[in-house]
């Protein structure tokens, strides 16, 4: 089993930045791939960036490039979203989640999930 805990959630005002963590324990070798997620009242659960564990390579949403930066370090088991220029349209439930394959997908076929985190961004 894999638990995946995430941090670092909070309010902050328009143009803002804020990082997102998320620790990982347990059968971390079945972990290939990782991504973030979120979602917004009303929304459904979507897409934000991915990361190749064994290669490094990232993946991300449209209205999230330039913007977001996902990174992994491999040796202390954390997975990390750095948001920078946050938009009031950020505004969501932050979601870490992990795969057992290498191939970053941009659905919500991900095998182990975290609890989530609130980012709230202001005008």
């Known amino acids: 089993q894999v638990q995946l805990v995430e941090s670092g959630g909070g309010l902050v005002q328009a143009g803002g930045s804020l990082r997102l963590s998320c620790r990982v324990s347990?059968?971390?070798?079945?972990?290939?791939?990782m991504g973030w997620f979120r979602q917004a009242p009303g929304n459904g659960r979507e897409f934000v960036a991915g990361?190749?564990?064994?290669?490094?390579?990232?993946q991300y949403d449209d209205s999230v490039k330039g913007r977001f930066t996902i990174s992994r370090d491999n040796g202390k088991n954390i997975l990390t979203l750095h948001m920078n220029s946050l938009k009031v349209e950020d505004t969501a439930v932050y979601y870490c989640?992990?795969?057992?394959?290498?191939?970053?997908?941009?659905?919500?076929?991900?095998?182990?999930w975290g609890q989530g985190t609130q980012v709230t961004v202001s005008t």
């Open positions: 347990g059968r971390t070798f079945d972990i290939y791939a």
């Open positions: 990361i190749s564990c064994l290669f490094g390579t990232t």
């Open positions: 989640a992990a795969r057992r394959s290498n191939i970053i997908v941009a659905t919500t076929q991900y095998d182990y």
